[in-house]
């Protein structure tokens, strides 16, 4: 079984701070996606990683793939209370494969 | 543009009574769809996908079922609602790209009582 752990599940900051949040498995992803999700509504995709080592901006998102295509982080600078929500992570089982694996999430608050 | 719809938004039903999810996608043809549960905010877990009409497949044994009628509507069912079931349903789809990146609908919270 492919799992993905997520680290820290919970996270709560004030307004300005800078964070990381991280995406670890003991399998090989294909690809790995992020998504963001508000309380009550479904996931909305941030960012798919597909290669070893890239890294992606968005704004002030910063995302990582692992080298080995293992593990990936999200970095976000000066958080922002609309950046408060669950980031979850997930891996494409295999190219082309149907299937993705969800981590559990990281549960974010950023407090003004 | 795609959107996806699901409804109802929020369901109380009582235990062993029937259930009837929908969910519906514009915007483009031949999706793969899939539904997922989510329990208490946290990660997904994926319960049927389908690659197109008639086709479904379960990755996890329990008394839900799919149905897959037309090309871009999927629907969730069960004969006999137990208490475990309750939580939030979610509907997606997906293109035929090599990734896989999913477009999730708004869900439907359901609480059997």
């Known amino acids: 079984t492919q799992l993905l752990e997520q680290s820290p599940q919970f996270l709560s900051i004030q307004e300005g701070e800078n964070l990381t949040v991280y995406c670890n498995s003991s399998?090989?992803?294909?690809?790995l996606q992020w998504y963001r999700q508000e309380p009550g509504e479904g996931p909305v995709l941030l960012v798919t990683?597909?290669?070893?080592?890239e890294v992606k901006k968005l704004k002030r998102l910063t995302f990582q793939f692992g080298d080995a295509r293992k593990d990936s982080s999200l970095h976000i600078t000066a958080a922002q209370p609309g950046d408060t929500g669950l980031y979850l992570c997930?891996?494409?089982?295999?190219?082309?494969?149907?299937?993705?694996?969800f981590g559990k999430g990281t549960k974010l608050s950023v407090i003004p | 543009s795609q959107t996806i719809h699901q409804w109802p938004a929020t369901l109380v039903q009582p235990v062993g009574s029937p259930l009837s999810l929908e969910c519906t996608v514009e915007g483009t043809s031949n999706p793969n769809l899939y539904w997922y549960r989510q329990a208490a905010g946290r990660g997904l877990q994926l319960l049927f996908y389908?690659?197109?009409?008639?086709?479904i497949s379960s990755e996890v044994p329990q008394n839900l079922s799919a149905s897959r009628p037309q090309d871009r509507q999927f629907i969730l069912s069960s004969k006999k609602l137990l208490l475990s079931d309750s939580g939030f349903y979610l509907c997606?789809?997906?293109?035929?790209?090599?990734?896989?990146?999913?477009?999730f609908g708004p869900g439907t919270r359901l609480t059997v009582l």
């Open positions: 997930a891996g494409e089982r295999g190219a082309g494969s149907y299937q993705l694996t």
């Open positions: 399998s090989v992803f294909s690809s």
């Open positions: 990683v597909v290669t070893g080592g």
């Open positions: 997606a789809w997906s293109g035929h790209d090599r990734y896989n990146e999913q477009f």
């Open positions: 389908s690659v197109g009409i008639g086709q």
